[in-house]
């Protein structure tokens, strides 16, 4: 079965086709990134959002049908993003995918938006095997998850404020970086030099899986003002002294969760996920301790339409949450919790 994918939760429209034949294939994916109209803002205008979600739509499905060498009448199902996300870009996905669907005579599978991230890393040439605990680092949630298999999601730990991307953005633009500042952090931080800026590694002792992340930002905060205004030089310490401490926790706190599950596959979704800095000290750490770690592809790190395509796709397969088109309610705020099976 063809299944088109649709993703609109927070700043990138994307579409996909993936087909569930011959044990599964991703035919095409097109998306459209809202960081240059947001920039200008310093953040995400959710109602620009909403308006941008309605014009790159209809273009990017037509690219993804005309780059899949498919049409319309063969696609078998619709997935889209219910949730979480900004209320009125989640609605410009459903209603159109809702509409389409209705058009066109098929079901639809209302997705979770971090099942997508989850699922992703099985996009990739080297796909992780279930089980496997996932560390799930985006600009909205960062958690840490036993996932025994489609639908089947346990959270063993969560951040009890910021996110971890939501920490590198705010930081990123304390230093004057523009939005979003996760990527641009992690470039100056190259330029740094090690154990100039030293900063607290917040809950590392804490004795559980949960994050904390607002008070680094303030430690950034303090340190900025206590310079007064810091050379590039002192910039670039300043954002590798971060960095150094939030991948620090992320890499401990993954490292004890996949030692206490006696698993040994750790996979890594989410934005934050494309950080090199991360995947270097995870990498290192985890072949010392026979651990493999599998990413998604750098493209698929971040929001896109073929994550949603395919776990839409994986929950169909698993015959649980295919709906008539028509009816729907998207959910701005939905814990993963609630789709666990
Ligand atoms: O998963 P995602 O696209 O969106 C959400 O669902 O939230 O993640 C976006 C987040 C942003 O906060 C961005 O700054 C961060 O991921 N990010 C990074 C890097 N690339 C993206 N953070 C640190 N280092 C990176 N290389
Ligand atoms: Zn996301």
Known sequence: ?????IESSCDETGIALYSTDAGGALLSHALHSQILMHREYGGVVPELASRD????????????????????SEVGAIAYTQGPGL?????????????????LGIPTVPVHHLEGHLLSPLLSSRPPRFPFIALLVSGGHSQLMRVTGVGEYQL?????????????????????????????????????QPD??????PMLKSGDLNFSFSGLKTA??????????????????IARGFQDAIVEVLVKKSM???????LKRLVVAGGVGANRELRRQLDALAANAGISVF??????????????????????????????AGAFAVRPRWPLADITG
């Open 1 to 5: 079965m063809l299944i088109l994918g």
């Open 53 to 72: 979600h309605i014009r790159r739509v209809v273009p990017l499905l037509r690219k993804a049908l005309a780059d899949s060498g498919r049409t319309l």
């Open 87 to 103: 209320a009125g870009a989640l609605l410009v996905g459903a209603a159109f995918a809702e509409g389409l669907a209705a058009s």
């Open 156 to 192: 063993l730990g969560e951040t009890l404020d910021d996110a971890a991307g939501e920490a590198f953005d705010k930081t990123a633009k304390l230093l004057g970086l523009p939005y979003p500042g996760g990527p641009a952090l992690a470039d100056l931080a190259e330029r740094g």
């Open 196 to 201: 100039m800026v030293k900063f607290p590694r």
């Open 220 to 237: 950034v905060l303090t340190k900025v003002r206590e310079i007064g205004s810091p050379d590039e030089q002192q910039r670039a310490d």
């Open 256 to 262: 004890r969760a996949v030692k206490e599950s006696g």
């Open 295 to 324: 990413y998604p592809e750098l493209e698929f790190c971040t929001d896109n339409g073929a994550m949603i395509a395919l776990a839409g796709a994986l929950r169909m397969l698993s015959g649980v949450s295919s709906k008539p």
